[in-house]
């Protein structure tokens, strides 16, 4: 019995069948045609009619706008940060008394608006000034700035205490029993095993909570706080030119793709060992 000894060549791939040129092929080509002639018209009309002494004036504005948004923004993820914890577990507590008021809670923070919520503080809460006087704490509503801190974090206080109470939800139950036959305290295996992985679970949402939450940050300028929307309200009320809100949404873009591409890098490191 012979055995051949020659190879057959390498050959090449069959080639890929024609995509036929049907309706829907035609109508994408013809949305994007329109959407590439758009951006084109519209950055040959910036480039037109850019005013380098406007931007000159207002430049410093936004940078203080901007500053104070990334302060509001700062300072209310940390503070409903640190007031979801307990409100998690309120949410996962059997005692109806802490459950029941931490649902409702969530349940009016997350399916109001807030700007609505936003109004109810700054100006609900304004026609008790005499009682809040009363107490001492006028003083702290009768700012907008304060009034705005304290809507933004008990709003993402409730989206945060869901993220934390659904990732800590989500690790095995063989965790709890792995660290139980171990005899490790509740306390260390809560902190040391369940909520570092909770954590990497809810990375990519909380960073969703931080962009919509510098996104909608841009309703303060509404009760008098100069951030970047307010300080671009003030520019176009004294030049009237549409390029003002062009740069403010260029600078949200900016800092919106600069926290995504940051908190991709993070969780890539943070999850670096559940790659294969």
Known sequence: MSVVSTLLPPQAPPPVPARPYTLSRFVGSAALGIWLALAVGIFLTVVGGWDQAKFSRY???YLSGLGVTLLLVAISITLGG???LPLAFARMSKNKFLSWPAYAYVYFFRGTPLLTQLFLVY???GSFSAELKAMGLWGFFRDAWNCALLTFTLNTAAYQAE???GAIESVPRGQHEGAASLGLPERVT???IILPQALIVALRPYGNEIILMIKGSAI???VTVFDLMGETRRAFSRTFDY????????LYLLIVELMRNVWAWLEARLTRHLKR
């Open 59 to 61: 430049a410093p504005n």
């Open 82 to 84: 640190i007031v979801s």
């Open 123 to 125: 100006y609900g809460l």
């Open 163 to 165: 993220i934390l109470r």
């Open 190 to 192: 809560f902190f040391k």
């Open 220 to 222: 303060v300028s509404i």
């Open 243 to 250: 390029q003002t809100y062009l740069w403010a949404a260029l």
